[in-house]
């Protein structure tokens, strides 16, 4: 019998020498692994060569990455990115009909930096391309010449909703220090999305799915960096794990009961 539940990690699509390949960070992985307690399995990023129904049938939660690329401006009806921008348009191409079709489904979703951005998008919403180019709005960039602890420690921090999902995930708290490694950034907020927390200068750091079927959270930092050492992070990880344990033993009890013998009348 399955013990613990498996994870899909979404993947980009980027050059290896002179092959394509699907790659993942690992501190992704990480924080399924020991964070959620749940097994991890890359989702390639193939769009409609692997449907999202298909995908669907074989996990019990899916977690949406960071990444350097920016999600496509003509999938929100932004205007064309800046030259040299990176896109990965396989990606777009899978995680945003798979995410719509998760939560519609039930199907636990965590999304994180990349991953919130495209939450927005799924639900109709648009994007800053250059959040620091915008006035009133700070730059949210890291410092990629400094030591990886140092652009992944805390830069800012977050005004939680009251009564929000995570609000309940921090025990309460009206605020926490979070970090912060994005150019990209919620413009026009989508239809459906509650705002979980924002930023000192107004930007939103998190949002959830409204009347969701399970845990559909999105937030703008990256809670997998050391998820272990930050209290919030380590209660974001659990709570989508236990979310996607309840999912696998939901599987299990309806697939008992398919093949449950029929009694004979008496």
Not at 21 to 29: D, F, L, P
Not at 30 to 41: K, Q, S, T, Y
Not at 87 to 104: G, Q
Not at 143 to 172: C, F, M, W
Request: charged share 20%.
């Amino acid at each position: 019998m399955q013990k613990k539940p498996l994870v899909g990690i979404t993947a980009d699509r980027t050059m290896m020498g002179s092959h394509p390949s699907h790659v993942t960070g690992e501190k992704y992985i990480a924080a399924v692994v020991d964070g959620a307690g749940a097994l991890a399995m890359l989702l390639p990023a193939l769009g409609v060569r692997q449907t999202a129904a298909d995908v669907l049938d074989a996990v019990d939660g899916l977690l949406f990455t960071g990444s350097y690329s920016n999600v496509e401006p003509h999938r929100y009806g932004g205007r064309p990115s800046a030259p040299g921008t990176l896109h990965d348009p396989a990606r777009d191409a899978t995680t945003l009909p798979l995410m719509r079709a998760a939560i519609e489904a039930g199907v636990p979703v965590l999304a994180i930096c990349r991953g919130f951005q495209e939450m927005n998008v799924v639900f109709g919403g648009t994007l800053h391309q250059e959040v620091h180019a915008v006035d009133g709005l700070d730059d949210h960039r890291e410092d990629k010449n400094q030591e990886l602890h140092v652009q992944y420690g805390p830069a800012h921090a977050i005004r939680l909703t009251a009564g929000g999902v995570l609000q309940r995930l921090a025990s309460g708290a009206t605020e926490a220090r979070v970090n912060s490694l994005h150019g990209q950034g919620i413009e026009k907020l989508g239809a459906g999305l509650a705002v979980e927390a924002v930023a000192p200068d107004g930007l939103i750091e998190a949002v959830s799915v409204e009347g969701a079927r399970a845990f559909a959270l999105g937030v703008q930092w990256h809670p997998e960096w050391k998820h272990a050492e930050d209290a919030l992070s380590t209660a974001i990880f659990r709570a989508f794990g236990a979310a996607c344990r309840e999912r696998m033993l939901a599987r299990i009890q309806i697939g008992a009961d398919l093949h449950a013998p029929i009694a004979a009348k008496v």
